[in-house]
């Protein structure tokens, strides 16, 4: 025993070490606790659990200089969703300094927590964590949305993150890359820190994401390229990814001078549970200026229930350039909203200034509304006041936009003088009748329907619209916004122009946003059965290697091929061979320059004839604990009955008008004949779900749960049999089920 114990000491002395020294080589538990250089090397070292991080460093006053040294924590060929473990833990510290330190192939490559004064810097935390993404070209999967409403008690963990800090004060993060994770940097309950000069781009989440976290200043960092649930031309969902997101009683920050385009969301706050629950509360006093939020396929700023400062900031080709539902006490001025679907767009706001805004080619300008009814477990709506009512519109400028005004069920708005009107298809959409408004002047075409002022406008909306207007377009900037300005730092990053000018850059694979660095082949477009496929990345030189499916139409490839799909053709491939300059893959792997490689393609377009019958259940039938019962519907008459080519199916409601919106049953069937081979069958379920192959239960999901994904490969030829039973307990439900071949 007494040797084992001196056995013990000797290995704890090995791994707590005096660290005052050079050429530290890494090892697996190792803790720091004083200055040290690491050796510059790349140390495979893997962690299996959040709580077994590689290293832990704990103490005041350390600086460690990691040398461009690389911890990798991937095993043999992990893919990023199987990541696991920590790099990094740092831990009840002061006065920390991190450098020139790269960590890839963990769920969190660096952690922090109660660490005051830290810094982090000159370092990169790229190609670790993310999930394996379910949508497809022509439709989403509910699997892939995020949530992050909840971190109380860490869950935004499930997510990992190249950086996650816990209760760090004055933080200093500088000159930090994160590329191709989910999240970049997630912090909660970080007061007073300071985060620029950062790159975190194409990430499959987001960029920054903040919690309970305030007074913070986060300024010139590109945060381009965070998104997911896009596909141009068939859904622009963003699933909860961001820039930016700014969650829970998270308190005035400062963002300054970022780009954010192209993300789900440039910029996501939401006030938090606290304040939704008791009406207290929000993320207030944020100040948003000279940021560039543009091509969102959602909202370029989002910012509901609270009160904050959106100034010069560019909001250009999003879905809504700002959606501000709930916002109160809120200002929006000098910001370029251009060819937006919805300029500005705020549904129970109040008392909210929008001046010296420039507007141009916006389907709708500007609109305010509110709705008839409140969903019944919103304490904020029950404990607040949310009259729509009390805006201040003035010297904006409005070019080219189709409607400038849509206006309704708003009490007490001001539209004065000095607002600039011109080229508009209609100045004002207002619900009738229109007691809620009248004109100080009715010179403007577009307001015939609207009255002169009554005898009592106490509550009513005062619209001036004189014919020649008191600002005009080169006007709009306004000097006196300079005093909002935070100061630049003096040794900022230029953050270059975004050389993307739309949101058909956004192309999303199963990693997440592609990055145009490797090359790839992407298929555009399909008309017809003429496929067009275009070839993107790094210049070079391109060969045919395998076809299957087409017949192609130009046989020297330069930046796109044509082809026709093959009558009846199931399986689309193409395999071509690429050669030119070094490059790094999705998966952060290092091509030389010259090396040959395969890009290959493929698309399963194979469809499975469905019959899909519903019913209703009840307590008697009720699937969890009457299972026998529930599975004899199958033997009554449906309520519906469908044939289907493929099955996809997304409830927000009822499934069809005979069938109730909750508690419905859905049995599904196909028959179906298959070249032999190796198969995935992917199956997707809100709630409960049981999936069966020639009669053999394969996937046994019964339970209720929110959209997930379940695959499981087979061997399959000739004909089979699946079939399918599902169950609906409320809310939305999702069905879905495809076979391709497997990789």
């Known amino acids: 025993m007494y040797q084992k114990i001196l056995l013990f000491h000797y290995l704890l002395l090995f791994t707590v070490f005096s660290f005052a020294q050079n050429n530290i080589i890494l090892q697996k538990n190792m803790i720091i606790n004083e200055s040290a250089i690491i050796k510059t090397a790349e140390y495979a070292l893997h962690s299996d659990s959040l709580n077994k991080p590689i290293i832990i460093i704990e103490g005041n006053n350390i600086t460690i200089d990691f040398n461009n040294a690389v911890i990798n924590g991937k095993l043999g060929e992990q893919m990023p969703n199987e990541f696991t473990g920590l790099g990094i833990l740092i831990k009840n510290s002061k006065n920390i300094i991190i450098k020139n330190l790269k960590a890839r192939g963990f769920k969190v490559a660096l952690m922090a927590e109660n660490v005051d004064s830290l810094q982090i810097l000159d370092s990169d935390f790229s190609y670790n964590y993310r999930m394996k993404l379910y949508s497809i070209r022509e439709r989403e999967n509910f699997q892939d949305w ?15 993150a190249g950086i996650y800090l816990k209760n760090c004060n004055q933080a200093l993060i500088k000159n930090i890359h994160i590329a191709q994770n989910q999240n970049a940097l997630l912090m909660t309950q970080c007061n007073d820190g300071l985060f620029y000069n950062n790159t975190f781009n194409f990430n499959s989440g987001l960029g920054i994401g903040m919690y309970r976290s305030s007074r913070n200043r986060i300024m010139h960092n590109d945060l381009d390229f965070n998104i997911r649930g896009h596909s141009e031309g068939f859904y622009n969902r ?18 300054a ?20 629950n008791t009406g207290e509360g929000g993320c207030n006093g944020n100040l948003l200026y000279g940021n560039d939020f543009s091509y969102a396929p959602t909202n370029g700023v989002e910012v509901t229930f609270s009160s904050n400062k ?27 909203i251009t060819n937006n679907d919805y300029g500005i767009a705020i549904e129970h706001g109040q008392e909210n200034a929008i001046e010296y805004n420039y507007f141009h080619d916006n389907g709708v300008s500007i609109q305010i509304w509110e709705r008839l009814t409140q969903p019944g477990d919103w304490g904020y709506a029950n404990k607040r006041d949310i009259r729509s009512r009390d805006y201040d519109i003035r010297r904006n400028v409005f070019l080219h936009d189709s409607i400038p005004l849509k206006i309704a069920g708003t009490d007490r708005v001001a539209i004065n003088d000095d607002n600039y009107f011109a ?24 307001t015939d329907n609207l009255g ?3 005898n009592d406008t106490k509550n009513m909306n005062r619209i001036v619209f004189p014919k020649k207007s008191a600002i005009t377009r080169e006007d709009w900037e306004m000097p006196s916004l300079e005093a909002y300005a935070p100061k630049p730092l003096p040794d900022a990053m230029k953050i270059n122009p975004n050389k993307y000018f739309s949101r058909a850059y956004m192309r999303i694979n199963e990693w997440g946003p592609y990055n145009y660095e490797y090359p790839e082949i992407w298929l555009e477009s399909i008309e017809n059965e003429l496929y067009t496929f275009k070839l993107l990345g790094p210049k070079g030189d391109w060969k045919i290697k395998k076809v299957n499916g087409l017949k192609l139409n130009n046989e020297e490839l330069q930046d796109k091929i044509v082809a026709q799909r093959l009558k009846n053709a199931d399986l689309i491939e193409l395999e071509l061979e690429y050669k030119g300059s070094e490059f790094i893959t999705q998966l952060g792997e290092t091509i030389p320059a010259g090396k040959p490689v395969i890009v290959r393609f493929s698309r399963y377009e194979k469809l499975f004839d469905w019959q899909v019958k519903w019913y209703a259940y009840n307590e008697k039938s009720d699937p969890i604990n009457n299972y026998t019962a529930y ?5 009554q008459k449906p309520l519906k009955t469908e044939q289907s080519k493929g099955l996809a199916y997304v409830w927000w409601g009822k499934p069809a008008e005979e069938v109730q919106a909750d508690q419905f049953a859905t049995f599904a069937e196909t028959n179906f004949d298959i070249t032999k081979g190796k198969y995935k069958i992917i199956l997707t379920s809100d709630d409960g779900v049981k999936l069966y192959l020639d009669g053999k239960l394969l996937i046994d999901r019964w339970n209720v749960h929110e959209s997930l994904v379940d ?33």
């Open 452 to 454: 002169d002022a009554p």
């Open 711 to 743: 695959e499981v490969e087979v061997q399959l030829s000739g004909k089979h049999k699946i079939e399918i039973e599902h169950f609906d307990a409320g809310g939305l439900a999702n069905l879905e089920c495809r076979i391709e071949p497997s990789r």
């Open 146 to 160: 995020l949530s992050y409403h909840n971190n109380e008690n860490d869950e935004w963990l499930r997510y990992g």
């Open 423 to 446: 080229s508009f298809k209609k100045l004002l959409a207002a619900d009738k009748p229109n007691e809620r408004f009248y004109l100080v002047k009715n010179d403007i075409e577009g």
């Open 257 to 276: 001078y970022n780009s954010a385009t192209h993300s789900g969301d440039g910029f996501f706050l939401w006030a938090g549970n606290h304040t939704m």
């Open 238 to 255: 963003g699933q909860d990814s961001a820039g930016i997101l700014i969650y829970e009683q998270s308190n005035d920050n400062t963002f």
């Open 310 to 336: 959106i100034i010069n900031n560019k909001l250009i080709g999003c879905r809504y350039g700002i959606w501000g539902g709930y916002s109160f006490n809120s200002y929006i001025a000098g910001n370029e």
């Open 631 to 635: 599975k004899d519907l199958k033997a």
